[in-house]
């Protein structure tokens, strides 16, 4: 069986995309890989080749380094099985070297001991006196963080750590009170990442614990349970909008509050699928008091490609 893209391949790319340093962090932190000192680090093209024909795909290309000089190339590959011929990686290998005249080390993340183990093994190109030795990162070498300070220096790894350690509540617990604390541009994402990582029994440990703490959460059941209080929040203010005095005072109260904290959803939505939301339009969102109007939008801003989307 080919291995198909899954929310987990996809996860773990877009985490590193998010963040590129954290791929220098797994190599030169967790495995010992030197790699050059520089803060330059860019995306490169995944499709990359020498020639006209045949273009490579790997996963993800980082470069270190100027774009004029680059130091040193980073080809990122999730295996979840042992699919791919080892081979193709070194082809990869080649093509960048040849491509951008630096050093490559090839990276591939494995949720699964086994394949880990598969591809740590020396790989023969089938070109005489060129072996490569990718970088394998399986279940062992990814840190069970329960530190919460840990966590909140290492969101990305700790996210990690969520997938292949999380049957530990400590873990998990560590990941949710770094998410509470962190102020980062990329802390709304962390947590879908995780939970699209997961195995099942995992994501019901993570539920069950996330719904403890005062951070939202975007993943299908956080979107459910949010639907489901704006519905109620409807039901409960229309029920004491009848009543009269200090009990209607209150049933407006609520109303507003949920209508407030479902704008505040919708915008950290939109945030979180990486949109660039205009001042007029947050405006727009936030004065919005409409529970139905804010829970289609927040249905919506799940998948939203654009705001244009968000508003058809």
Known sequence: MSDMPSPRHDALIQLISDRPQLAVEILRDLMGVELPATPLIRLEDNSFNTRTSDDFAADLVLVLGPP???????????QQDKSKDPRQLARYAAALWLLLGCDVTVLVICPDRG?????????NSGLTGYRLQAQALG???????????????????SAMAVMVHGRDRKVIEAFAMA?????DEHAPKYYEYAYSMASPDIRRLMEEIMTSTAWPVYSPFAREHYGRGLEEGQTIGKAEGKAEGKAEGKAEGKAEGKAEEAARLVLLLLEARGLDVPDDTRTQIAACTNLDQLETWATRAVTAESLQDLFR
Request: charged share 10%; proline share 14%; aromatic share 2%.
């Open 179 to 183: 998410l509470a604390e962190l102020h």
């Open 115 to 123: 394949t880990a183990a598969h591809y740590a093994q020396p790989i």
């Open 139 to 157: 279940p062992d070498g990814i840190p069970a963080i329960t530190d919460p300070h840990q966590a909140a220096a290492h969101p990305g790894l």
């Open 68 to 78: 004029q000089s680059p130091a040193h190339a980073i080809i990122v590959e999730i």
